[in-house]
């Protein structure tokens, strides 16, 4: 679980018990810790903010903890009239939307786009079917704050990314990373302003926090839903596992002295050793 702000790593947060530390050789830290009625063990970051910081960390967190699915929650300013403050909107892709050339003829837009996950998408859906504040739509990802509607990234929007329902800083980085390590990814953002004008005097209002908690129960009710991916819950918090050293490991779910390859078919004899034997 990865945020950019610290409310939105506290309104995660508070889902979570047993919650236990962990550090990256190179100072980057988690939070560990159990979501309960769930087999999840759920590792919980904060990056910082904007697009090429969340990428670099991304891929650090996907070798340093392996995990099962990834999820970016947090807070994002809404480009929909028919979506409200507090709402919440779960990426079913996500735009970079400052690719493109200069020319004496304009600016030419070069879209990229990641598609959300199917399975976690599939997830989101059946669990927040019932939801009227739940919206699954396009999101946009750039490198500013959008505080103005009448400017030229508002306009820019409107005319490329016209099904975007939200606009936010860091999602672009994350799924990016996670689809190249080959892994799932799911951005989960609550609305706490209308990137306008207004902006300051709603957050001065209270609506980011609210909005992050919203986003918070929004991806909690998402993993009650969501089955491990062949049948375990990821590394980042197993059992009895103090080390953060990077390095490969053995295919298949594992733990202490026990390999377990079940559903796996193999052709010829293989030797089972513990990671550091020779």
């Known amino acids: 679980m990865l945020t950019a702000l610290s409310l939105e790593y506290t309104a995660v947060r508070g889902h979570l018990t047993d919650i236990h530390k962990r550090e990256h050789p190179r100072g980057t830290r988690a939070e560990v810790g159990t979501l309960a009625g769930t087999p999840w063990s759920v590792a919980l970051v904060q990056m910082g903010e904007g697009n ?37 909107v779960v990426a ?16 030419h837009v070069r879209p ?51 099904d975007a329902a939200a606009i936010e800083m860091e999602g672009a980085g994350v799924v990016s990373a996670v ?43 998402v993993l009650r839903e969501l089955r491990p991916f062949g049948g375990r819950a990821g590394s980042a918090g197993r059992e009895g596992d103090d080390s953060d050293q990077e390095g490969p490991h053995s295919a298949g779910t594992y733990g202490g002295d026990h390999l ?14 513990k990671w550091g034997e020779r």
């Open 179 to 221: 689809d190249l390590a080959g892994g799932d990814a799911l951005v989960i953002r609550g609305i706490s302003d209308r990137a306008d004008g207004d902006k300051s005097r709603v957050d001065g209002a209270g609506w980011q926090p609210r909005a992050a908690a919203s986003a918070a129960s929004a991806v909690v009710a």
């Open 260 to 273: 377990d390859f079940r559903g796996s078919t193999f052709n010829g004899p293989f030797t089972a050793k």
């Open 112 to 162: 990229e786009a990641w598609r959300a996950s199917h399975r976690l998408r599939a997830a989101a859906q059946d669990a927040l079917r019932d939801d009227p504040r739940a919206h699954l739509k396009p999101i946009a990802a750039g490198d500013v704050v959008l505080a103005a509607s009448e400017s030229a990234l508002a306009e820019h929007l409107k005319k490329y990314y016209n």
């Open 52 to 88: 090429l910081t969340a990428a670099a960390l991304t891929e650090r967190v996907m070798t340093w903890l392996e995990p099962d699915a990834v999820f970016f929650v947090g807070v994002a300013g809404g480009l929909k009239d028919d979506i409200a403050l507090g709402d919440v």
């Open 92 to 107: 079913t892709k996500v735009y970079a939307v400052h690719g493109g050339k200069e020319t004496p003829d304009g600016f």
